[in-house]
C-alpha cells in the first residue's frame, strides 16, 4: 500500500499526448486562419506567438499572480489591437487563439508538475504511478483516501482493502474503489450502512451499474425510501443500503475473482433510476 499527501489545490490531471496535439493544432490553425482573410502574416503569427509565450512564461508563477498576469495580458491585447490604432478582427483571433494554444501547453505543465510533486510525497510500497481515467486497463488496484492522505494498492491483499472498507465514515473515509481491467467497484457508506456498485466498463453511462441490493426490497426496485449516504447531498434507495458482511462478501469476490458475487442480490440500474454513480466518484472513471 502507497499513501500520498492530498495538495490544498492541484490541477493534477493525466492528458493523452493524442488529445494535448489535437489542441495545439486546432489553435495554430485557427489563429493563422486570418491570413486567408488579408491580415497579415507577420501580424498573425505575431499575435499568436505572444500570447501563446505569456501563459507558457506565466508557468513558473505562483497561482494567483499567474491568474492575474493572464487577465492582464489578454486585456491588454483586445484594448490594443482592438482600440482605434487597431482595429483588426484577424490580430484579435489570432490572439485568442495563442491563448488556446498557451494554455493548453500551461495545463499539461502544470499537470505534470504536481504529478511529481504528489509522487515524490509517496510514502509505503512504491507508486505504481497508475491512472485508471479514461477506462485504462490498470490491473487490479485498489484506492481510497481520508482527511489528508491518499491511498492506492496495486495487486492488493483483500484484507487491506476489507480495512480500508471497515474504516468508511461518509466525511473523511467516504469511498473505497477498486479497479480491474476495464472494470471497477465502489463501496461508499459508513457503519449505519453501505452502498456497493459495480460495473464492467468505466467508459459506459453514469447510471449503467449494478448494485448489491436488500433481497427483501427487490419488489420495490429502486423508488422505495431515500437516504443520504457517502458524499453530501449524495441519495440512495435504501433497498441499495446493505450491511458489512454484504460488502465485504463484494469487495472479496472482486478482488479475487473479478465477477459479481452471485451470492447476492444485484440489481443492474437504468435510465429511468435516480441516483446514478456520485459525479466525485464518476470524475475518477
Avoid at 67 to 75: E, H, R
Wanted: charged share 20%; with cysteine.
Amino acid at each position: 500500500m502507497t499513501s500520498f499527501d492530498i495538495a490544498r489545490v492541484s490541477t493534477w490531471n493525466r492528458y493523452s499526448e493524442r488529445g494535448i496535439f489535437l489542441g495545439l493544432g486546432v489553435g495554430v490553425v485557427l489563429g493563422l486562419a486570418p491570413v486567408a482573410f488579408g491580415t497579415s502574416l507577420v501580424l498573425a503569427v505575431g499575435c499568436l506567438a505572444l500570447a501563446t509565450a505569456l501563459c507558457v512564461v506565466s508557468y513558473p508563477v505562483p497561482g494567483l499572480v499567474r491568474l492575474t498576469v493572464l487577465i492582464v495580458g489578454a486585456v491588454t491585447g483586445v484594448a490594443v489591437l482592438g482600440g482605434p490604432d487597431g482595429g483588426a478582427g484577424g490580430e484579435l483571433v489570432s490572439w485568442f487563439m495563442g491563448f488556446w494554444v498557451g494554455l493548453t501547453i500551461l495545463v499539461s505543465l502544470l499537470s505534470r508538475r504536481d504529478r511529481r510533486r504528489r509522487l515524490a510525497t509517496a510514502a509505503g510500497a512504491p507508486p505504481v504511478d497508475h491512472d485508471p481515467r479514461k477506462g485504462t486497463d490498470v490491473g487490479t488496484l485498489a484506492t481510497w483516501r481520508d482527511a489528508r492522505h491518499e491511498y492506492e494498492a496495486a495487486e492488493p491483499d483483500p484484507e487491506v482493502v476489507l480495512d480500508a472498507v471497515r474504516r468508511l465514515d461518509s466525511v473523511h473515509h467516504v469511498y473505497v474503489s477498486v479497479y480491474r481491467g476495464a472494470g471497477r467497484l465502489d463501496v461508499l457508506g459508513d457503519q449505519e450502512g453501505y452502498v456497493v456498485q459495480q460495473t464492467d466498463s468505466r467508459l459506459s453511462p453514469a447510471w449503467d451499474f449494478h448494485v448489491v441490493v436488500d433481497p427483501a426490497s427487490l419488489p420495490r426496485g429502486a423508488s422505495g425510501e431515500q437516504v443520504e449516504l457517502g458524499y453530501p447531498g449524495h441519495r440512495v434507495d435504501r433497498a441499495r443500503v446493505v450491511g458489512l458482511a454484504a460488502a465485504e462478501t463484494a469487495v472479496r469476490t472482486w478482488i479475487t475473482h473479478g465477477i459479481r458475487d452471485r451470492g447476492l442480490s444485484w440489481y443492474r440500474l437504468t435510465m429511468r433510476d435516480a441516483h446514478p454513480q456520485p459525479a466525485q466518484l464518476r470524475r475518477t472513471d
